[in-house]
């Protein structure tokens, strides 16, 4: 399944209520929700508290991706707010997979992240068992930055991978995307396209999002 998951860190913030309708009736899927400590990444956003407010006024999936230090010490706010999927950044704990499998025993689903520098062989251990990978193709922290068009490797890597082992792994891709570079990542083999100011800041969301369900249906894993 193909899936896009607006990224709220590039909405409108004095009209988060109608940001977000404006995505769920352009044909999201999910919201995906940046949470930055200014500790793990150089920046702040918002935390639990944001997310529990505006999960009243939607039915969209909450996609959360945690970048702060500690995510295991936080986690229980963030399903109590309403996350329906977490996922955290493998370069920000010791012992990720203790991790992901703590988080799981929550019964939510939960999925790990990998930052540019970080290689893709090292989340071969979790094909299988985290459900979801998110690989960044922008350094963490910041919305609006320029897509990073290498770390598409790193998605071909783990599709591969994961078709190998007949494992059918949710694979997002979280930075820059855009309706043009939208084909390079569904080629590459993601099913999962993050968007924050392709998406925001155009006055037709409808339309970019056909054009990314375009990618996907004609320009699926090439391998
Ligand atoms: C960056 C965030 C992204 C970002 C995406 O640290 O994880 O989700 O908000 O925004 P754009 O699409 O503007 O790069
Ligand atoms: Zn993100």
Redesign the pocket.
Known sequence: MFYIAP?L??ADFSDLKGEIKRMEDAGANYL?L?VMDGHF?PNISFGAGLIASIRKHTQLIFDV?L?ISDPLKYVDSFIKAGADIITFHYEAVERPMDVLKAIKAKHIPCGIVISPKTPAEVLFPFIGVADMILV?T?E??????SFMPECLDKVRILRREALARGVNLNIEV????NAENAVHCTEAGANIL?????LFKSKKPKTIMAQMRTAAKEHPFVG
Do not use: E
């Open positions: 990224s860190l590039a995906h940046d990444v991706h970048m960044m922008v963490p922290g910041f919305g609006g930055q979280d930075g820059g995307i993050v968007a924050g100011s392709s």
